[in-house]
């Protein structure tokens, strides 16, 4: 076991101990030591030493490092997951770039971009309930839907613009809404309260600060010295839900994990030897130097879309000498494996995969129905008509994929 600050000063002060009775003919502080006294320090040398080689710090004891793994082994959906469930999501309207997905008991809630930002609701058989664009002030509502969540079957709209929270029904009816007193650009939502998320150099008052349900500040739970980078990146899946009252934070040019529990939080190091991107070179270069920067990397980033597996473990999607794979962090033995690919062994669909989200019962993805076809396409001879998932005749219809945990 490793010598603790403590351990280490008992041990100094023991051979200090020991040294002095000798070097001095045994006299310390100017009192003569006889032959018992001797004895004395001697045993009293071996204590502090034993107690000094088995005691660390507290500080070393908390320290949550995981070291990097890699396996040729490729990820098997049914480790983890009962089944796979799939909608297509029909709608009049066209559903443009899916920018977030949540799923609730019986509704499937997405926000997209096609002419403008719009927040969608479907039931679980892929049918369109409630639309709506105009979120926001005034006729058109010029207003812009940065992020979303859903808390006792109520929609929270954030409208980072305005810095505004709006909440709806589940059909998309206006209830009231709440001012955000500080600049922000992401949230979640949990039985504890509202998250919210400020990126950027001037977050003083916090990276994640922990509001009421109400918009009530409670405090700061991540200081501002915490991913504090010039960087702003638009990515609503920062935010893993372990429980209903437990999440991770993540960054995607970060080598960090950040667990929010209990009114705290707490800081996992990931190590990836040195290849994982620095973001304090890439912060300082100009945008189109830092994208070459980014596409010429060899390294190891991109940690996105984290979701939970088990109590234990949660899957990220990353990016490793330019290929997109994925990281297994487990949090009870403070390992962390690189894998390759993930073999979605559920059903007779693709298997490059990018989570979207979880809840406590199931996790989910989303893919466009082109991308399925193209895979079908391809292995034609192996996957027959009746394995196959009924398309629709919107060939950029969005197709959501839930998995129900074992």
């Not at 006294?37 to 030493?49: A, H, R, S």
Request: glycine content about 6%; overall charge neutral.
């Amino acid at each position: 076991m490793q010598t603790g600050r403590w351990g280490n000063m008992l041990c100094k002060l023991a051979s200090t101990l020991y040294m002095l009775m000798f070097k001095f003919d045994m006299q310390v502080l100017g009192l003569r030591i006889n032959k018992g006294g001797k004895w004395f320090f001697i045993t009293l040398f071996y204590c502090l030493l034993a107690l000094g080689t088995s005691c660390s710090s507290p500080r070393e004891n908390a320290h949550r490092e995981f070291r990097l793994v890699t396996s040729p082994e490729t990820l098997n959906l049914s480790g983890y997951f009962k089944n796979i469930s799939i909608q297509t999501l029909i709608s009049e309207n066209p559903i443009g770039t899916v920018d977030k997905v949540l799923l609730t008991e019986s509704n499937i809630l997405i926000s997209d971009f096609h002419i403008m930002k719009s927040l969608k609701v479907f039931d679980k058989k892929g049918d369109l309930q409630a639309s709506r664009d105009d979120i926001g002030e005034g006729p058109l509502g010029l207003s812009e839907i940065t992020d979303f969540g859903v808390y006792l079957d109520t929609v929270y709209v954030l409208d980072a613009h305005r810095r505004k929270i709006m909440r709806f029904t589940l059909g998309l009816e206006p209830l009231d809404e709440f001012y955000v007193p500080i600049p922000c650009s992401n949230f979640v939502i949990n039985k504890e309260g509202i998250f919210i998320l400020r990126q950027g150099s001037e977050a003083n008052s916090g990276r994640i600060v922990q509001f009421s349900h109400e918009m009530k500040m409670i405090h700061s739970v991540l200081p501002m010295e915490e991913a504090n980078t010039t960087l702003v990146i638009s990515d609503p899946n920062l935010f893993t839900e372990i429980n209903d009252s437990v999440f991770v934070f993540s960054h995607p040019f970060y080598p960090n994990l950040w667990i929010c529990k209990n009114g705290g939080i707490e800081k996992i190091e990931l190590n990836f030897k040195g290849e994982f991107l620095d973001v304090n070179i890439l912060s300082k270069k100009h945008p189109l130097d830092g994208l070459k920067f980014v596409n010429e990397f060899d390294g190891f980033y991109n940690l996105t879309n984290g979701t939970r597996l088990s109590d234990s473990e949660i899957l990220f999607s990353i990016r490793y000498r330019k290929k997109n794979g994925y990281l297994l962090v487990n949090l009870k033995t403070r390992e962390m494996t690189f894998i390759e690919n993930i073999k979605n062994d559920l059903g007779k669909v693709p298997s490059a995969i990018q989570f979207s989200g979880n809840s406590s019962r199931e996790a989910w993805y989303w893919m466009d129905q082109n991308d399925i076809q193209k895979f079908y396409n391809i292995n034609s001879r192996k996957i027959p008509g009746s394995d196959r998932i009924q398309m629709s005749d919107d060939k950029e219809s969005k197709i959501i994929f839930h998995l129900e945990y074992k």
